[in-house]
């Protein structure tokens, strides 16, 4: 069974441009999440996903948004680029964790620069 | 409130035990998780324990919880070389897929 895809591996930004960042569950898996993880923060949680429904929002600004597809595919989008949202992005999927015992895997990350 | 913390660093002799340590605060975390990075790459579930257990393990890896001092740690036996890498407990609540991670502790081991 093939793992969580993220594309594009890799990205370079420029300031005040927006970026899209796309993640490919596990097949079957129908809860996706996103997060940050920087040197200075670490791992933060952007938002979770749940047949195409948002379901939990991490303290992020405005800026970062995202949506669940109905093949529970999922995008993020990063509008009005900063200095700081240089990071590595990761996906995760999972059946649906809130529902049980299941577990959360994850892909191998954006990693996003911006200039 | 929401805040897990680890020890930043451990270095270890190959064939030694590595014991990493975790705290956390929720005391509704349902689950905690322990997952490990390699550098450039995503994160790896290593293994996984219910709040209501207090020992679980898996091969060379031992999972403690103490629920009441709220203190999680991960055992690893016979440490290779391959086990350097920084390692990441998380705990998730009820009712969410959202993890909170701690600091991350890096792990070398020495030939």
């Known amino acids: 069974k093939a793992g969580v895809t993220q594309t594009p591996r890799y990205l370079i930004k420029t300031r005040g441009q927006q970026v899209t960042l796309s993640c490919s569950p596990i097949?079957?898996?129908?809860?996706v999440s996103w997060y940050q993880q920087t040197p200075g923060q670490g791992l933060q949680f952007l938002f979770e996903?749940?047949?195409?429904?948002?379901?939990n929002k991490g303290n992020f600004p405005g800026r970062f948004s995202g949506r669940q597809f109905s093949n529970s595919r999922s995008e993020m989008n990063v509008s009005t680029l900063e200095l700081g949202d240089s990071a590595l992005y990761l996906c995760?999927?999972?059946?649906?964790?809130?529902?049980?015992?299941?577990?959360?895997?994850f892909g191998p990350g954006t990693r996003l620069t911006v200039l | 409130g929401e805040d897990v913390e680890q020890s930043l660093f451990l270095s270890v002799r190959e064939g030694d035990s590595s014991v990493i340590n975790c705290t956390y605060t929720?005391?509704?975390?349902?689950?905690l998780y322990w997952y490990k990075q390699e550098p450039g790459a995503g994160l790896q579930l290593l293994t996984y324990?219910?709040?209501?257990?207090d020992m679980k393990q898996d091969q060379r890896l031992t999972v403690l919880l103490n629920k009441k001092d709220k203190h999680l740690s991960l055992r690893i036996a016979d440490t290779q070389t391959g086990d350097s890498a920084i390692y990441f407990c998380?705990?998730?609540?009820?009712?969410?897929?959202?993890?909170?991670f701690g600091t991350g502790t890096r792990l070398q081991v020495f030939p």
């Open positions: 998380a705990e998730r609540g009820p009712n969410t897929d959202k993890l909170i």
């Open positions: 996903y749940f047949s195409e429904t948002q379901r």
């Open positions: 324990i219910f709040s209501n257990m």
């Open positions: 995760a999927s999972s059946k649906d964790l809130a529902g049980g015992s299941d577990t959360q895997y």
């Open positions: 097949s079957g898996h129908r809860s």
């Open positions: 929720d005391s509704s975390s349902t689950y």
